[in-house]
């Protein structure tokens, strides 16, 4: 019994303290396969042609430590605990790092390559956010590479992970390259530099990106705070001529820096230096440069943020004098609409003292008493302006002070009120008023519908002393485009008329004399 219970204890000291020898009586570990000098025999490795088909013999995953030789890529692979945070998984290629690493060489941030996308504060990032690298083998050799998405480390800005990478392995002969696309995703709770590490072996690259903050600005409150100099609004900018000034934009729940900003535009340039903001303030851009552009002319500068920030004629003369107080009356350029494609900068009569001023003429026909039936004058692109207020003079077909603003012109300069003037040799009552009634006005902009409802929406000047518009029970809608203000649009049937160049070459200012027999003037202003 003795006897047997000391085997027992030798047996259990055995089973705890062995170790396992082939090739050798004396192992140097739990296993050692070796034969010093004369071995010649070697390790045989599970194979596969698929490391996915590998099992686990006790069922679940893979141990980490597993080794296995890829008989499709031919080489050894080992199963790997991940780094980054990611799942395990089989590694590249053990062997395929045989080639010095001047061999083979990695880029991420030449063009093309590194961070793709615009990276913001608060926003979520889209598939267009990316970090590309570029794989040279400059070796003779084949190189094997297989990528996850551990293979890329990101810091700085956190909420950003790494979704995909494609491809999933490349094979590359000597002298080829592989372009390696990781998609990354989330929303950036920051702003700064993003960098990207990528790390493969014995490869190794960086990039960074700007993360922007999410910046609010208020184009709105965006103003000049050192003014344009010297003046533009006026005349335009004129060419030859040197402007500078200081744009600055509010802006709130400023973090980080924001980037420079720098615009150019016939000569001239719009710039901001870019930097550390604060929480909330405001940013300068500067104005500086020779205007290269036609005289009376303008530019749009539109900001990364969004503002845009227009430099040139006002677009009518309501803005000119909200612009530029204390304006007299006069003839200014504008531009009804700024520099839209579809007017040029124009002359324009300003009326800046009548009722609180901003009237721009629209219509002025000076008509002398017997003239030979003059035509009018549907100005589709420039406006008249004043050349005599005196009854009896002829200004019939004067290119710069007969005629109309059409339909269009009417549109772009975006008026809510008329002005109505007229005088005649015939008799002393004289027609001044202006009315906003919106259903008249759309008919002189678009020929739709008429202006009869003026009889009961305008407001008379003190001088005023006809009987029309009040007294007016009939109203005409032309079909001719242009002539809505000229073919009686108000008037009191065989009594008292708004006639200019009207059937029967009619110039009739509140009476019916039914031809153009006095002397008569009809202007209408809009603001």
């Known amino acids: 019994m003795k006897k047997l219970f000391s085997l027992l204890l030798m047996t259990t000291i055995t089973l705890f303290f062995s170790q396992v020898g082939i090739g050798t009586t004396t192992p140097r570990g739990g296993l050692d396969i070796n034969k010093p000098t004369t071995n010649v025999y070697g390790l045989v490795l599970p194979t596969n042609s698929d490391p996915a088909n590998m099992q686990n013999p006790q069922g679940g995953s893979i141990a980490e430590g597993t080794i296995m030789y890829d008989s499709t890529k031919d080489c050894v692979r080992l199963y790997k605990k991940s780094t980054n945070g990611g799942s395990s998984g089989w590694s590249d290629c053990l062997d395929a790092g ?47 590479f297989s990528f996850n998405t551990n293979d890329l480390t990101l810091s700085g800005v956190g909420g950003i992970t790494v979704a995909s990478v494609n491809p999933a392995t490349v094979n590359m002969n000597g002298g080829e390259s592989a372009q390696v696309t990781y998609t990354l995703s989330g929303t950036p709770d920051g702003c700064g530099t993003l960098q990207g590490d990528w790390v493969k072996r014995s490869l190794h690259c960086t990039a960074t990106v700007s993360v922007e903050a999410a910046t609010v600005f208020d184009c709105s409150k965006a103003a000049w705070s050192v003014a344009v100099s010297p003046e533009y609004k006026l005349t335009g900018l004129m060419n030859g001529q040197s402007y500078s000034g200081v744009y600055s934009i509010p802006y709130s729940d400023g973090d980080c820096s924001i980037a420079p900003d720098v615009l150019s535009a016939e000569g001239l340039t719009f710039s901001y230096a870019g930097g550390p903001v604060s929480g909330s303030g405001t940013i300068d851009y500067v104005l500086s440069g020779t205007y290269q552009g036609a005289d009376h002319g303008a530019v749009t500068f539109t900001t990364a943020s969004g503002c845009q920030v227009y430099i040139g004629v006002c677009s ?81 077909e004067n290119a710069d002070f ?28 004289v027609i001044h008023f202006k009315t906003s009634h919106a259903a008249s006005i759309n008919y002189f902009k678009t020929g739709s519908g008429n202006a009869g409802g003026i009889r009961s929406s305008f407001t008379p000047f003190s001088d005023h002393t006809a009987m029309i518009p009040g007294a007016a029970n ?42 153009g027999s006095a002397n008569t003037l009809h202007r209408v202003w809009v603001r």
């Open 474 to 515: 009939n109203a005409i809608a032309t079909t001719i485009s242009g002539r809505e203000l000229c073919e009686f649009p108000f008037f009191r049937s065989g009594q008292n008329h708004w006639g200019i160049a009207g059937y029967n070459n009619r110039w009739e200012v509140d009476d019916y004399p039914n031809n």
């Open 316 to 396: 009518s003369c309501k803005e000119l004098l909200a612009q530029v107080p204390g304006t007299s009356d006069g003839v200014y350029w504008i531009d009804p609409d700024h520099e839209g494609t579809g007017f040029s900068p124009i002359k324009a009569q300003c009326d800046m003292s009548t009722d609180g001023g901003g009237w721009t003429l629209i219509l002025n026909y000076l008509h002398q008493a017997g003239a030979t039936s003059p035509a009018l004058n549907i100005r589709l692109a420039t406006l008249p302006v004043i050349g005599s207020s005196t009854l009896g003079d002829n200004e019939a």
């Open 402 to 429: 007969w005629g109309n603003a059409g339909r269009a012109l009417q549109f772009a300069l975006n008026s809510t009120e008329y002005l109505f003037y007229g005088i005649t040799s015939a008799h002393s009552r």
């Open 98 to 144: 045989s080639s010095s690493s001047n061999d083979v060489t990695v880029d991420c941030s030449a063009s093309g390559n590194g961070f793709d996308g615009h990276y913001k504060k608060g926003t979520a990032l889209t598939p267009g956010n990316t970090f590309k690298v570029t794989i040279v083998n400059n070796s003779l050799s084949v190189v094997n």
